[in-house]
Antibody
Framework: QVQLQESGPGLVKPSQTLSLTCTVS??????????WSWIRQHPGKGLEWIGY???????YYNPSLKSRVTISVDTSKNQFSLKLSSVTAADTAVYYC????????????WGQGTLVTVSS | DIQMTQSPSSVSASVGDRVTITCRAS??????LAWYQQKPGKAPKLLIY???SLQSGVPSRFSGSGSGTDFTLTISSLQPEDFATYYC?????????FGQGTKLEIK
């Protein structure tokens, strides 16, 4: 059973960089076939797709965030990461990591989510 | 971006009722549509992929249909654990966008 777990600071100051890591267990990122995703949910709101990465390092980002987002992968640690620069209060959200299926059509395993608050 | 519009935004129903939620895409997405269920404080759970394929482990009372721009999620006989918020998501083109959600409440 694949499990994902987000980790990182719960509080980030405005203009700084938000950094989160997702640790995958029960499956190897480097085995290929799947894409590893980040999604966020503003408090009380809907879901926003941030982007995903393949084990090879290929990435796809939401254009609305592309200038500020970097997703990277560390296959030796079976982890992938999210960096979002120049954050504002509008980036306050629950951030989820998830696995995109090999068909690339849905998200079949999700982390529990982590709330990141942007505040001074 | 492809806009995904769900209707209704909220619905009240009783245990045993049949409920249908609609999702409309702003342009054709073939069958690149998934449905998720989210309960408060929890991550979304995949129910349906490829518009009509039931994810493993999901009860058969859930079903999906549609292609192109119009899709539906049907729950044939509501159970107490089905009261939640439901989201559709398109994966036809980037960025993968979600509907705004439909909250299913107990009548």
């Amino acid at each position: 059973q694949v499990q994902l777990q987000e980790s990182g600071p719960g509080l980030v100051k405005p203009s700084q960089t938000l950094s989160l890591t997702c640790t995958v267990s029960g499956g190897s990122i480097s085995s290929g076939g799947y894409y590893w995703s980040w999604i966020r949910q503003h408090p009380g709101k809907g879901l926003e797709w941030i982007g995903y990465i393949y084990y090879s390092g290929s990435t796809y980002y939401n254009p609305s965030l592309k200038s500020r987002v970097t997703i990277s992968v560390d296959t030796s640690k079976n982890q992938f990461s999210l960096k979002l620069s120049s954050v504002t209060a509008a980036d306050t959200a629950v951030y989820y990591c998830a696995r995109t299926t090999a068909r690339r059509d849905s998200l079949d395993y999700w982390g529990q989510g982590t709330l990141v608050t942007v505040s001074s | 971006d492809i806009q995904m519009t769900q209707s209704p935004s909220s619905v009240s129903a009783s245990v045993g009722d049949r409920v249908t939620i609609t999702c409309r895409a702003s342009q054709g997405i073939s069958s690149w549509l998934a449905w998720y269920q989210q309960k408060p404080g929890k991550a979304p759970k995949l129910l349906i992929y490829a518009a009509s394929s039931l994810q493993s482990g999901v009860p058969s009372r859930f079903s999906g249909s549609g292609s192109g721009t119009d899709f539906t999620l049907t729950i044939s006989s509501l159970q107490p654990e089905d009261f939640a918020t439901y989201y559709c998501q398109q994966a036809n083109s980037f960025p993968h966008t979600f509907g705004q959600g439909t909250k299913l409440e107990i009548k």
